[in-house]
């Protein structure tokens, strides 16, 4: 990994306590990144502040709720005031969940939009309005390829997703004139502790071999696609969506 390449960059990660977001926070930040790694919880960050600090890197763990203006702000300003105004986004704060459409509550759908979507605008506005006034930015929002195609069983989060699609779009076209940039990863089945126990059950074997490249992806797989587009060597990108899916949005119909 170039150690530099996002020398410089003051990098917000959202959902950082686990899974992607954990994983995109030691990248960035072994890439050169100041990191501000977030989430509800502020001790679940404590640990992978202290581990990038300790390797040399520069991390700050601060607490957010999505869902809430106020907390996004709170954090906003903390972030500003410790490392500097974020030039650039990792959007990632995300909740998995989902039923038949026709069982699903409305317990079960806030539970998932107002996260998924909700909390995506809320942080996407708040950050893009300092990052207009400090003269520009780039924000990467963590998509889905359920967001692209459809799979039965998780309307709420496929609703979601497809919605993060097409707010990385109108975002890329209305912020574009105040030098912020907006795009966005669309992983597939990426294999992690949440997950391992479908991935090994007779439908996720069956899912995967669906897969052309006939395996889920792993965290690292992420690497390239994430510092393409947090860093300047997509500074002629936006309103891109990249699928990271091992080929699954292609497989045959």
């Known amino acids: 990994m170039n150690a530099s390449l996002m020398q410089g960059k003051t990098v917000l990660v959202t959902g950082a306590s686990s899974g992607l ?17 977030a989430a509800r919880r502020r001790d679940k960050l404590q640990s992978l502040a202290a581990e990038i600090n300790d390797a040399g890197g520069s991390a ?10 106020m907390s996004v702000t709170d954090a906003l300003d903390e972030i500003a005031a410790e490392l500097a105004v974020p030039n650039v986004l990792i959007n990632n704060a995300g909740v998995a969940g989902g039923a038949a459409a026709l069982d699903v509550t409305d317990a079960d759908w806030h539970a998932v939009i107002d996260t998924n979507l909700q ?4 942080v996407a506005q708040e950050t893009a309005r300092r990052m207009r006034d400090a003269g520009g930015g780039n924000i990467v929002n963590t998509a889905s390829i359920l967001g692209l195609r459809v799979s039965a069983g998780v309307a ?4 979601s997703k497809a919605a993060v699609v097409q707010m990385t779009k109108v975002l890329a076209l209305e912020l574009a004139r105040y030098k912020i940039r907006v795009n966005a990863l669309a992983p597939g089945y990426i294999e992690t502790d949440l997950n391992e126990e479908y991935l090994n059950s007779d439908a996720g074997l069956a899912m995967i071999k669906r897969i052309p490249m006939r395996r889920c992806g792993r965290l690292h797989d992420l690497d390239g696609p994430l510092l393409l587009l947090a860093s300047d060597a997509s500074a002629y990108m936006t309103g891109s969506v990249i699928p990271v899916d091992g080929g699954h949005l292609v497989n045959t119909l």
């Open 21 to 37: 977001g954990q994983h995109f926070a030691r990248v960035l930040a072994g890439a050169g990144a100041r990191v501000a790694v």
């Open 60 to 69: 700050l763990a601060v607490g957010m709720d999505v869902t809430d203006r």
């Open 156 to 159: 709420p989060y496929a609703i």
């Open 119 to 122: 909390g995506s605008w809320i």
